[in-house]
């Protein structure tokens, strides 16, 4: 089998002690050799610096780097500066969204949705970028149905997109359904399997009442019956998400995507049971 394409995703730290901690978690991911890793932003592009001088001193340290991109609540002029910073950093990767509003702001700027977004890069930059954008196999939450949703993802890729990353899930039937569909749509890109790693119940909730990722009723329940413990928490959760992976790289996904949240060891467990 062909080796999957494997990347790691982090978040721009906030402080001088999350940005020694990034490094630190940084150089143990490096050791699995992923094909590159990716750097988010906060609502509205609102730490879009923090974003580059990351991806920068990623890219410093011998390795890809790929920055996340929004467009909403930016107009064409700042958007193209942005670029032009990409550009004359040499970097080639990015991964192009829509974004969140950040909360009390009014207006959602010139770019309405990410193949807006995608389109304008496109006729920017020509083919200097490799993009990727965001895909939903359970829908994303603001969509109309689940046919809207997947006409948009496909506009996305009509309008330059070189590949998509998906929201995380852990109901591997919704993956191959949205690919099927997507395929059936004339989408061909390779559309690149998210991989949230479980080890806090808690905080697992909290996001996928967010973005709209379903937790299984099982798993669910399995997490709320260890209470505190967390080692329990952790090693059920590895043993889930690994046969989720492997029933996806087994099914054809052309890689896998880990949300690693700035840490190294759940990644690094999971990483090391796949690739044995």
């Known amino acids: 089998m062909e080796t999957p394409n494997f990347s790691i995703e982090f978040f721009p730290p906030k402080t001088a002690e999350g940005a020694e901690k990034l490094r630190v978690t940084r150089q143990k991911l490096a050791e699995l050799q992923p094909k590159y890793f990716s750097v988010t932003f906060g609502a509205g592009g ?22 996340h991109l929004s467009c909403i609540g930016g107009d064409r002029a700042s958007i193209r500066a942005i670029l ?39 006729q920017e930059t020509g083919d200097w970028f490799h993009i990727e954008v965001a895909a939903y196999p359970e829908m994303h939450p603001q969509a109309r149905s689940p046919q809207d949703d997947l006409q948009n ?4 890729v009509q309008a330059g997109a070189n590949a998509a990353i998906t929201q995380y899930f852990y109901n591997a039937d919704a993956y191959f359904q949205f690919v099927d569909n997507a395929r059936k749509l004339g989408v061909d890109v390779p559309i690149v399997a998210g991989i949230m790693p479980i080890t806090n119940y808690t905080q697992l909730m909290r996001f996928s009442d967010m973005c709209g990722a379903e937790i299984p009723r099982w798993v ?57």
């Open 220 to 276: 669910r329940l399995k997490l709320a019956s260890f209470g505190d413990d967390s080692a329990s928490i952790k090693a059920f959760g590895l043993d889930v998400v690994t046969a989720l992976c492997e029933r996806l790289l087994a099914g054809g996904a052309p890689g896998l995507h880990f949300y690693s949240m700035n840490q190294a060891v759940a990644t690094t467990a999971l990483w090391q049971r796949l690739v044995k």
């Open 46 to 67: 609102s730490t879009q610096a923090g974003t580059l001088q990351t991806v920068l001193e990623i890219r410093q340290e011998g390795h890809e780097a790929a920055p």
């Open 153 to 156: 993802f496909a506009r996305k």
């Open 84 to 122: 032009k910073q990409f550009q004359d950093n040499g970097i080639r990767r990015l991964v192009a969204l829509r974004g969140d509003l950040p909360s009390g702001y009014g207006g959602a700027g010139e770019f309405r949705y990410a193949n807006e977004l995608v389109e304008f890069i496109r």
